[in-house]
């Protein structure tokens, strides 16, 4: 995609436009609301999980690798995440 500005992460959510008139209780209750909507997405999303999962698990049991590519944060949670494989 050549127009990032397309991508629904990158659109203005209208619950959070006046966030910084809220109270603290609405604020959390702000973000439990939208950290719920994660879970859900990532419930319609298992069966796709569980495909690349154990395609990266065979890959490791043949001796291959998982490769990350990211900067910034999503770089330093590649790193973090790529730690656990192999113990887990």
Known sequence: MDDISKLM???????SKDIE?????????YMNDENRKITDAIEQ???EIEKVTAGV?????????????GAGTSGRLGVLDASECPPT
């Open 57 to 69: 698990v065979q890959a490791f049991e043949k001796g291959g690798r998982l490769i990350y590519l």
């Open 21 to 29: 008139t809220q109270s603290i209780r609405e604020i959390l209750r």
């Open 45 to 47: 999303c298992i069966p």
């Open 9 to 15: 992460t990158e659109q203005v959510n209208d619950r």
